[in-house]
């Protein structure tokens, strides 16, 4: 599923995305998949796996 970063603090190491469903996802930092540093910035488009109202397997979507 896509979605969009609503908040994410890098401090606490969990935000949320709202879903193409218009759903909240929380999310914890580690659930973020890919190198480098672990951040996302608010309004930043990702792909995530949903599970209940938990956001899994994020990925950063590539501006194409």
Not at 30 to 41: A, F, H, N
């Amino acid at each position: 599923m896509k979605g969009i970063v609503k908040f994410y603090s890098l401090v606490k190491g969990a935000g949320v995305l709202v879903g193409e469903d218009h759903k909240e996802y929380s999310f914890k930092m580690m659930e973020i998949v890919g190198t480098g540093l672990r951040k996302l910035s608010e309004n930043q488009v990702v792909s995530f796996t949903p599970v209940d109202l938990k956001a899994t397997q994020i990925m950063v979507e590539e501006n194409k």
